[in-house]
């Protein structure tokens, strides 16, 4: 083994037994558009990091900004975000007197992809990074953490995305019922570490310190819609408390097998859930972007 030109820390992990080896994971919060955010970061890291990670981690929205990143498609989400989803075709309140789901996801990942930018499946089956989603299961409640083909890639995105409130019925992937991962697990950290991750980059889309308030409003008004699903209804009453959890559980990490890197919003970042201003949206990218150079910083002092 040739070790003359290399660097102390490459001399350092060329003679490491595998076993030992770094395992980069990148953990990503849903949102909806808050997620452009999200956007922002990866698209500045896409260079120094997009072969970096072994697996890719996501939630909810947070899901479609992880595929575009694997596809090597660098701007793809922060088009999407902006251009796409910020109209009443994928939002519009007006649809629930109808009874109908206010986001409309078959539009907003299936019709996108199919007319307006589609996935480069080649670049994304060819990747070394690993693709997992989590879903929730509308019968039990509980979070399933998935790495699915690229021929059910999109009804696994569609399904870890169906949030209740804002869509009427669980969404069916290969049979089964489910609803927005983030319902169970919003930042799947723990999913991360139970697949041998030694180094977590997680990328957040509110700020640090931010906690969930109890809302009874929406829970009333779309408890009818999920009458079937008892453990589900049980679970959307304390999301709060397990939202509250998980940001705790991130903002006071503390491992000596895994190290945390933890890249949140500032506290001015103005993108909701339901934000569909372009200048908004683009505000809260460049406020990813900023924080996308902090991450590259890091990401290239510890090769």
């Known amino acids: 083994m040739d070790l003359n030109n290399l660097k102390p820390k490459e001399i350092i992990k060329k003679l490491m037994p595998s076993s030992q080896k770094e395992k980069w994971a990148l953990v990503l919060e849903g949102g909806a558009m808050r997620c452009v955010f999200t956007a922002g970061v990866l698209d500045t890291i896409h260079e120094v990091a997009r072969n ?6 996501s939630v909810s929205a947070g899901s479609g900004c992880a595929v575009s990143f694997i596809a090597d498609q660098k701007g793809r989400s922060q088009k999407i975000f902006v251009d796409y ?3 009443s075709e994928f939002i519009d309140f007006r649809r629930l007197l109808k009874g109908r789901h206010i986001m409309d996801l078959g539009y907003a990942i299936r019709e996108v992809n199919d007319k307006m930018l589609p996935i480069n499946f080649e670049k994304f089956n060819s990747s070394r990074t690993k693709f997992y989603t989590i879903l ?16 059910d890639l999109i009804e696994a995105v569609i399904a870890s995305c169906n949030l209740p409130y804002l869509t009427t019925t669980p969404a069916v992937y290969k049979g089964r019922k489910y609803v927005d991962g983030g319902v169970a697990t919003p930042i799947p950290v723990k999913q991360a570490i139970d697949l041998g991750a030694t180094k977590i980059v997680v990328i957040t889309t509110r700020p640090r310190g931010f906690r969930k308030k109890k809302s009874s409003f929406f829970h009333k008004l779309m408890s009818p819609f999920f009458k079937d699903f008892k453990n589900l209804k049980e679970l959307l009453t304390k999301d709060y408390v397990t939202y509250n959890h998980g940001k705790y559980f991130i903002e006071n990490f503390n491992s000596d097998k895994t190290e945390l890197i933890l890249v949140e919003p500032p506290e001015d970042f103005m993108v909701d859930r339901l934000t569909t201003k372009r200048e908004t949206l683009l505000q809260g990218y460049a406020m990813g972007a900023i924080k996308g150079l902090e991450l ?8």
């Open 52 to 57: 970096r990670f072994d697996f890719i981690v």
């Open 85 to 87: 989803l910020s109209t």
């Open 136 to 151: 929730t299961c509308a019968e039990s409640g509980e979070a399933e953490c998935i790495q699915p083909q690229p021929e």
């Open 296 to 303: 590259s910083q890091k990401i290239s002092d510890s090769e």
